[in-house]
């Protein structure tokens, strides 16, 4: 399973990285006497209402949700990594300080308050960021904060400090390497989950700003269709169910290989 | 409830013993004898039994019932439990309603309304012209936060009062008598009953007291029209039932009104499962272009289905302040980089009309082939334009958006073909951002936003009700005293060509400066069960439905649901 996933996440990569060479026209393209066909051997997923051929907007639409789920998980590990260290290691008032954001930000439900967020910047993809970003790196920052405390009480981190190593060195040299193989497991879980959040802000119309394709934009366009144009929406559709999929089983790979003692879990 | 169901059930059977004996007929007569209903309606021949008649539609959900509050946030049919003085019929011309006549000054100033004697609240207090003066004043009160209040500003003192620069009490409006009421106007106004047939008159004696939310809950929503609210299930459903206490002309044949609360989306599924009897909304997103191609392609829901040409009007409007759109010569070239006979080609799929003008086809003052070859479409000389204007293929022209109300899908597609128009034909990068529709008015009121689509729909068939828009202090920015000359000078004009010259001149400086970008008038298209019938389903002079107004529900009350109902 974890390799079809991985297979599933490379060929949406190949599709994303080649779109220009792999698509009949660009995914703005109008033409607006060839408006609302069905699918034909010109155009393999039909035409939308401005007559743009729904292949190349999928394909092209591939680009969004990876530059979105790579970038919001981005974010998430350069945040939450240093955050968590920071909560874990120095404990006390920075601890708590870290752990009141969180909480903080954690008060409000994912979609709601990227949901706000949205409402309150306007659509577009950098707010689309902040808005994942926001929420993304806590995840993260809850793992390394607990896995953190917990390798400082290790024996081989008492060892360290009784040779006389500083508090720097033990996180840099000891710590470090053992968080690793959690937080890629946590990262790569949460790149599905950011484009899930992108593509259900698209579908509401508050996420990416047209023409730029993304699949959740365009299903939301195509949902209303549904009954006479099917395949405005089913196509996006079946592409956010599938590389959600990849992701989450590739994911699932990964931490069987990364994290032994998650095993079975 | 049961109680008073059992009430209304007594109630029928004495009338209809009453009518029987005043018709002369046995009360052991065959079937086919004028059965009456609850509210004291005789029932047209063909009309299904009292206990089915039920109309059941599905909409959005308003914050009140009640009109005088808000318009934007209403449930969306104040006629139902509100009795204005005046009202438009099938022809869209001005009835009697609940004034039983009206006079007006030599100076066209005053005028004066005679209220029907007997009429009454749903809890027996007497519906008197106080009523109506403490409805005025109730919009004209910055406090009740009325949002369309300059639709009223022809009456003296209203603006005024509206801005808090003068006392609710200078309003030209005063109940003489209880059956009396007269209203005088700044200007003569000769369409004021045009815009009082959208004054849903509230109670007085309850509004007062409860206040605001008094048309939330049957306890306290006392209606003054033909049906009452029976009751309301936030997110689920709203129950009308009729008013036995109704004493106006308008008695109506159904005994409840089922409205459900459901999205847009679900309008469609909820006619084909045969849940609802209607889908009266005109609004576009009701019907989708792909549910309309379903439905052109089904002959029996073919059978089912009326389209007429809508007297609603779509545009582009430019925002004010220091963006690029200050020089007309952008407008202007924006204007011909719109192709709209492919937008309708496409998007709508032939369902909408080229709007040249702002006055729809067949709308009163309407002269629109006049204004076709105003701004056509000519990417060439759009291109020049620009250039001319400092922004040669687009270059260094600023970054804006297309911002839309809400808009439904086919709306935002549409915006989308403009983007792709104004890219091709003059290399400009524009967004297209659909907006929350509250956060979009308030926008939009301030002025703030730079370029929007938007619709104007007509209330009443008058070219006031569209030319007043962009009078200055409008929902526009843009201003031009001789517009507003012109408009005013139409306003009050007596005489209908007189009128009618003025507004075309107005019309054309909007046109032709241009203040908006004039892109389409939409066909719209209904769905009506076989069974559901009335006067409002047929055509009316201008060859087109009777039931303009669906959201209004002013006409509700001529509609019965016949035998075929199964």
Redesign the interface.
């Known amino acids: 399973m974890a390799l079809a996933g991985a297979a599933i996440v490379t060929a949406i990569l190949l599709l994303a990285l080649f779109a220009p060479w792999i698509t009949p026209a660009r995914y703005?393209r109008?033409d607006?006497?060839a408006?609302?066909q069905f699918p034909s051997a010109r155009h393999w997923m039909g035409t939308?209402?401005?007559?743009r051929d729904l292949y190349s907007r999928v394909v092209y639409g591939s680009r969004v949700s990876l530059l979105v789920g790579l970038s919001a998980q981005a974010i998430a590990l350069g945040v939450g990594l240093p955050l968590g260290l920071a909560a874990g290691v120095l404990g006390g008032r920075m601890d708590f300080a870290v752990m009141r954001v969180v909480d903080a930000l954690t008060a409000f439900p994912q979609l709601l308050f990227a949901l706000l967020i949205m409402?309150a910047l306007?659509?577009?993809l950098g707010n689309i960021l902040i808005a994942i970003g926001l929420r993304a790196w806590i995840p993260v920052c809850r793992l390394v904060r607990a896995q953190s405390l917990r390798e400082r009480e290790q024996e081989y981190a008492e060892a360290a400090r009784a040779q006389g190593a500083g508090e720097v060195r033990i996180v840099l040299r000891h710590l470090l390497p053992n968080l690793l193989a959690p937080v890629i497991v946590a990262v790569t879980l949460g790149i599905p989950q950011a484009i899930f959040t992108e593509a259900a802000l698209s579908f509401l119309?508050?996420g990416i700003?047209?023409?730029t394709p993304s699949w959740g934009q365009m299903v939301?366009?195509?949902?209303?269709?549904?009954?006479?144009?099917w395949h405005l929406a089913l196509f996006p559709a079946v592409m956010i169910a599938v590389t959600m999929a990849g992701f989450v089983l590739w994911g699932d790979g990964l931490r069987d290989v990364l994290d032994p003692r998650a095993q079975g879990a | 409830m049961t109680q008073r169901l059992g009430r209304n059930g007594l109630l029928a059977i004495v009338s209809l013993g009453v009518a029987c004996a005043t018709l002369g007929i046995a009360s052991n007569a065959p079937l086919g004898a004028a059965v009456v209903n609850s509210a004291g309606t005789s029932l047209p021949a063909d009309a299904a039994p009292p206990s089915a008649q039920v109309l059941t539609l599905l909409g959005r959900e308003g914050t009140y019932i009640d009109w005088s509050k808000t318009v934007q946030k209403s449930q969306w049919h104040p006629g139902l439990m509100s009795e204005p003085l005046v009202m438009q019929d099938i022809n869209a011309e001005i009835k009697p309603l609940a004034a039983e006549r009206w006079t007006i000054s030599p100076d066209g100033r005053t005028w004066t309304f005679f209220l029907r004697k007997g009429l009454q609240w749903s809890d027996g207090t007497p519906l008197t012209s106080e009523d109506f003066e403490y409805t005025i004043k109730r919009i004209a009160n910055p406090e009740t936060g009325f949002d369309v209040a300059w639709y009223f500003a022809a009456i003296k003192g209203f603006k005024a009062a509206n801005e808090g620069k003068a006392g609710l009490d200078e309003i030209g409006v005063i109940a003489v008598d209880p059956t009396t009421l007269q209203i005088t106007t700044t200007e003569p106004t000769p369409y004021l009953p045009m815009l009082l047939s959208d004054l849903y008159v509230v109670p007085k004696h309850i509004v007062a007291k409860v206040g605001d939310p008094w048309s939330t809950s049957p306890a306290t929503a006392v209606s003054g029209g033909p049906f009452k609210l029976a009751s309301w299930e936030r997110d689920r459903e709203l129950v009308y039932e009729a008013n036995p206490m109704y004493r106006g002309i308008r008695k109506p044949y159904l005994e409840r009104v089922v409205y459900k609360i459901g999205r847009d989306e679900t309008l469609f599924p909820a006619y084909l499962g045969g849940e609802i009897d209607a889908i009266p909304w005109i609004y576009e997103g009701s019907l989708s272009p792909s549910d309309i191609a379903r439905i052109q392609t089904d002959p029996r829901l073919k059978s089912e289905s009326y389209t007429w040409p809508y007297y609603q009007t779509w545009w582009i409007a430019f925002g004010g302040g220091e963006t690029a759109f200050k020089d007309p010569r952008v407008r202007r070239a924006f204007a011909m980089a719109i192709d709209r006979t492919a937008l309708i080609k496409s998007v709508w799929r032939g369902m909408a009309a080229p709007a040249y003008g702002m006055l729809p086809p067949g709308f009163h003052c309407a002269d629109p082939g006049r204004l076709a070859g105003a701004l056509p479409y000519n990417p060439d000389q759009a291109k020049r334009l620009l250039a001319e204007a400092g922004y040669p293929e687009g270059k260094g022209f600023p970054k804006y958006d297309l911002f839309l109300r809400a808009a439904s899908p086919t709306v935002q597609t549409a915006g989308e073909a403009i983007q792709a128009m104004i890219k091709e034909n003059l290399g400009i990068d524009l967004g297209v951002q659909n907006q929350e529709r509250k956060l979009f008015m308030d926008r939009l009121n301030k002025y703030q936003l730079p370029i929007v689509m938007i619709p104007w729909e007509y209330d009443y068939y008058d070219a006031s009700n569209f030319m007043n828009i962009y009078r200055t202090g409008g929902r526009h920015p843009w201003s031009s005293t001789e517009y507003d000359r012109l408009v005013n000078e139409g306003n009050s004009g007596m005489s209908d060509s007189q009128r009618c010259a003025s507004y075309r001149r107005a019309e054309d400086i909007l046109v032709r400066d241009p203040a908006a970008v004039f892109l389409w008038h939409p066909t719209v298209m209904q769905l009506w069960k076989p069974w559901v019938k009335g006067e409002i389903l047929k055509r009316n002079k201008f060859g087109i439905l009777g039931w303009q107004r669906p959201s209004k529900g002013d006409m509700v009350p001529s509609i019965y649901i016949s035998r075929d109902k199964k």
């Open positions: 703005d109008t607006f006497g408006a609302w939308d209402g401005v007559g409402v306007g659509a577009g119309g508050i700003k047209p023409p939301g366009e195509g949902v209303n269709a549904i009954r006479y144009y």
